[in-house]
């Protein structure tokens, strides 16, 4: 994601870079039960939620993911092939056909997952990159647009329970970290330091 600009780019590119630099993320994380900035999260955690949910999401409209490696066993191997298999799906011509979900209304394939699961895993990349004390670089650019997008709707995103309260920051803080602000982190949250054994055990296989 660093240096690109995310905003223009069509939906099987933006996902094609966003889900590349959450792979970079990924392969960075030496501690998977590191604490996450969600509340009761580890750093597998975020892993195994962008799976999980957009897996059920898709399934909820007929579309079927082929199954992939347990996170839990391996979440490399997890994220690689759950992201080459959202990829497939943009890459094919079922991105222009109609997807129909029970909840969200119908969209063209390639929107739904522009619009529902892309833009989470960019703002997931923030989560997983803080667990193990790093920052990532995301595009500005693109949280400028999505805080432009959510603004709006914030009494409906709030109530709908998929953000906590909003975190104040300063005035003149970047984009990046008024995005996160918004959907509730705190843009200076940090891990709390883990004991030699618990480092250990958490990252026994």
């Given at each position: ?91 094919s011509p079922a991105a222009d056909e109609v ?68 975190v104040e920051v300063d005035a003149d803080a ?32």
């Open positions: 994601m660093a240096g690109v600009a995310l905003s223009g780019l069509d939906a099987s590119v933006r996902h094609q870079e966003v889900a590349s630099g959450f792979a970079g993320v990924v392969t960075e994380v030496r501690d998977w039960e590191a604490p996450a900035p969600v509340d009761g999260w580890v750093a597998r955690d975020v892993v195994a939620h962008l799976v999980d949910w957009f897996t059920g999401f898709l399934a909820a409209g007929g579309v079927t993911l082929p199954d992939g490696p347990s996170v839990a066993d391996d979440p490399v191997a997890a994220w690689s092939q759950h992201a080459a298999s959202v990829q497939a799906l943009l890459d997807f129909s979900h029970p909840m969200a209304g119908e969209h063209r394939l390639a929107d739904a997952i522009d619009r529902f699961y892309t833009a989470d895993v960019y703002m997931h990349s923030w989560d997983l990159a803080r667990s193990q004390g790093a920052t990532p670089d995301l595009d500005p650019g693109f949280a400028v647009q999505m805080l432009e997008g959510m603004a709006p709707i914030d009494d409906i995103l709030r109530s709908s329970g998929q953000y906590g309260p909003k970047d984009p990046v970290s008024r995005l996160m602000g918004f959907i509730g982190r705190d843009p200076g949250w940090t891990p709390a330091p883990r004991s030699d054994d618990e480092h250990v055990l958490g990252n026994a296989e």
